[in-house]
């Protein structure tokens, strides 16, 4: 017995260094390593690009967004124009220096398009969640399984899908064409966001929807509540804080979108409250003062990108947070 | 005494004589209120895709009508002159989506596989956490950091890789001589944006690689790039396929980044280092502006990019689905 447990020492140590993998082929050793660097050198084509954007968005349109006019005061009607005067090369606008903007001639406010995109993105939330959650709700309580729901679910899949510039283009002709330019206002950009999320709210509490277990609905009917009561009282509240995280990430989306605003919106340059009447939005001043292009238009785009960015940011981590609490729980 | 049931309620439905749920009252009517509410909120869904359809067709009816095979087969798009044919948007689209989807997939695939087979479990939350912030920026942003960072950067690149190669017959062609805004330019920006979405997809995809499959090559003494290379890949085709589509219809929709870094000239060229437009991007530039035929004629583009867009994603969706079904089903 000893003698066999000595003889199969010198087997097991072979073994152990056939394991290791310092025998392997040399070549199989170089690929498989090769293959490593690869993965992580993917990772990194992402990453820095990301960090480098994030680190010049910051850098360029911090200094706007920390002073007290860039939420107070009207965005400047003519600063193309009056840049334009100044001999700002357009050729040189890739190097246009953002810093130098201390041209105290004009405010760099941004209230309107602060005011335009929370007006919108409100606008749209009102429309689209109670609507998309409702949607859910019929999916997963009433329709499940059965032939409608499994349509309207594929549909609703192929709709995420849909182009936001799609979006923007049919609130275009089913609401602005008729009405000419009195149709752009905040309404038309929140009808068109609101198509852009409906789809997105309603997949992602159904998904919640389906995590709650069947338990809890049939204790609840077994005390004799109806499915309005089940669905309102037991439902929807266990499923709360995933129905919540999963909206907010369809509103930071939202918050984000410039093709179906631009065209849906219209332009102002003083703070409208009202959802009638032409509007704005931090994405469409990007894009606009990037047409007009100078330097002070550049720092007004910058500004904008980091209070968008901002916004959308915490959106995100703030959905995040809540999901991860949920799972915690 | 014995427990008797009420015997209305025991009458009025026998199969639940426990319960009385189904009797006529404010109750049932609410809750009939309610499964009608949730019906009609399904059903916007369905709704809105078919109002979409029928009212940008109808509003884009007099570019189809008027100008018939000569908007579809068109070659030149010149709104001053009246012509428009969308041909040269329907080239730039495909172009800039093909050449961003062949960046992002080897990329996407390489993250996804960092994630689930290399990264130790604490870099995997913040590799995560990297590609959620990618998602979440607006595509705005790219454009305006792509405008006034990338532009000129790629131009000395592009010009650099356009001297190298202007011998060489095929190639010099491909990389001809450029300004900056490029066919390229849009492509690569485009490359970092779908990303995290193919990246997602991929991640879900490799995750459902059964773990006895995986031990098992490895047991076999495979290292871990062949177990990858035989055992994950395989069982991965039909998911990542559905992941490159659903890329691909996200490319083609991507408007204000395109927009900014694509230089706004229609465009049928070998030379991607040449200036071009999308389909999206010509929209998003003219509809405010737009009058008549020329708004009908970009309504219609925006027709053309619902279809395809549509196509591409059932088909995208159907396969994933056969997919599902067919591995779950064993």
């Known amino acids: 017995m000893a003698s066999e447990v000595a003889s199969s020492s010198p087997n097991q140590e072979a073994l152990r260094e056939a394991l290791s993998g310092a025998n392997l082929q040399r070549s199989r050793r170089v690929r498989n390593g090769a293959a490593s660097v690869a993965m992580v050198v993917a990772f990194l084509m992402a990453a820095i690009p990301l960090a480098i954007m994030g680190a010049s968005v910051v850098s360029k349109g911090i200094g706007v967004v920390l002073t007290a006019d860039w939420w107070t005061k009207p965005i400047p009607a003519d600063v193309g124009r009056a840049d334009l005067a100044g001999n700002e090369d357009l050729g040189n606008l890739g190097f246009g220096d953002a810093a130098d903007t201390t041209d105290k001639s004009v405010d760099l406010g941004m209230q309107p398009a602060i005011v335009g995109t929370l007006l919108t993105?409100?606008?749209?939330?009102?429309?689209?969640?109670?609507?998309?959650?409702?949607?859910?709700?019929?999916?997963?309580?009433?329709?499940?399984?059965?032939?409608?729901?499994?349509?309207?679910?594929?549909?609703?899949?192929?709709?995420?899908?849909?182009?936001?510039?799609?979006?923007?283009?049919?609130?275009?002709?089913?609401?602005?064409?008729?009405?000419?330019?009195?149709?752009?206002?905040?309404?038309?950009?929140?009808?068109?966001?609101?198509?852009?999320?409906?789809?997105?709210?309603?997949?992602?509490?159904?998904?919640?929807?389906?995590?709650?277990?069947?338990?809890?609905?049939?204790?609840?009917?077994?005390?004799?509540?109806?499915?309005?009561?089940?669905?309102?009282?037991?439902?929807?509240?266990?499923?709360?804080?995933?129905?919540?995280?999963?909206?907010?990430?369809?509103?930071?989306?939202?918050?984000?979108?410039?093709?179906?605003?631009?065209?849906?919106?219209?332009?102002?340059?003083?703070?409208?409250?009202?959802?009638?009447?032409?509007?704005?939005?931090?994405?469409?001043?990007?894009?606009?003062?990037?047409?007009?292009?100078?330097?002070?238009?550049?720092?007004?785009?910058?500004?904008?990108?980091?209070?968008?960015?901002?916004?959308?940011?915490?959106?995100?981590?703030?959905?995040?947070?809540?999901?991860?609490?949920?799972?915690?729980? | 005494m014995s427990i008797t049931l009420p015997t209305d309620v025991a009458e009025s439905d026998p199969k639940s004589p426990m319960t009385d749920l189904s009797s006529p009252g404010r109750g049932a009517r609410s809750d009939q209120g309610f499964k009608v509410l949730a019906v009609a909120a399904g059903a916007t869904v369905l709704l809105v895709l078919l109002l979409i359809a029928i009212v940008t067709v109808q509003r884009a009816w007099p570019a189809f009508s008027e100008l018939g095979g000569k908007y579809f087969f068109g070659t030149e798009w010149i709104p001053s002159e009246g012509k428009y044919g969308i041909v040269p948007l329907v080239f730039g689209t495909v172009v800039v989506s093909l050449i961003a989807i062949a960046v992002s997939v080897p990329m996407s695939i390489g993250i996804a596989l960092f994630v689930t087979e290399l990264a130790h479990r604490r870099i995997r939350g913040a590799v995560v956490t990297v590609i959620d912030l990618l998602a979440a920026v607006p595509s705005v942003v790219f454009g305006l950091w792509g405008f006034y960072q990338l532009l000129p950067r790629f131009q000395s690149f592009f010009t650099t890789i356009s001297d190298a190669v202007s011998g060489i017959p095929v190639v010099s062609t491909i990389f001809g001589p450029s300004t900056g805004s490029a066919y390229m330019s849009a492509a690569l920006i485009l490359a970092l944006m779908i990303t995290p979405i193919t990246t997602a997809v991929a991640r879900e995809v490799f995750t459902t690689v059964p773990e006895n499959d995986k031990a098992g090559a490895l047991a076999l003494g495979a290292t871990r790039w062949e177990m990858i290379r035989g055992v994950v890949f395989p069982h991965s085709t039909g998911g990542l396929t559905g992941a490159v589509m659903l890329g691909l219809g996200r490319a083609m929709g991507e408007t204000v980044a395109v927009a900014l870094l694509i230089g706004a000239r229609p465009n049928i060229t070998a030379n991607l280092f040449a200036v071009g437009e999308t389909m999206p991007a010509q929209i998003f530039r003219n509809l405010s502006e737009a009058d008549d035929l020329f708004r009908a004629a970009l309504i219609g583009l925006g027709v053309c990019l619902f279809v395809i867009t549509i196509v591409i994603n059932v088909s995208a969706r159907r396969l994933v689905a056969a997919i599902d079904k067919r591995t779950k089903g064993l």
Do not use: H
């Open chain 1, 121 to 329: 993105v409100l606008g749209a939330s009102a429309l689209a969640i109670p609507i998309g959650v409702l949607g859910a709700v019929y999916l997963n309580e009433y329709g499940r399984q059965n032939r409608p729901a499994r349509f309207i679910r594929f549909m609703t899949d192929v709709m995420v899908g849909v182009p936001s510039v799609v979006m923007g283009v049919f609130i275009y002709s089913i609401w602005v064409v008729a009405r000419g330019t009195d149709g752009k206002s905040a309404f038309a950009a929140a009808l068109a966001l609101a198509c852009l999320m409906l789809p997105i709210v309603v997949r992602s509490t159904e998904e919640m929807l389906r995590l709650v277990p069947n338990s809890l609905r049939e204790a609840s009917a077994a005390l004799g509540t109806r499915r309005v009561g089940t669905t309102l009282r037991v439902v929807l509240p266990a499923a709360l804080p995933g129905i919540t995280s999963g909206a907010l990430l369809a509103v930071a989306r939202a918050a984000g979108e410039t093709a179906p605003v631009v065209f849906t919106i219209g332009i102002v340059f003083s703070t409208n409250l009202s959802f009638t009447g032409q509007n704005t939005t931090l994405s469409a001043q990007i894009y606009s003062q990037i047409q007009n292009g100078g330097s002070l238009a550049t720092s007004l785009a910058w500004g904008s990108a980091v209070t968008l960015v901002a916004m959308v940011i915490s959106l995100t981590l703030a959905a995040r947070a809540i999901s991860r609490r949920l799972v915690n729980k």
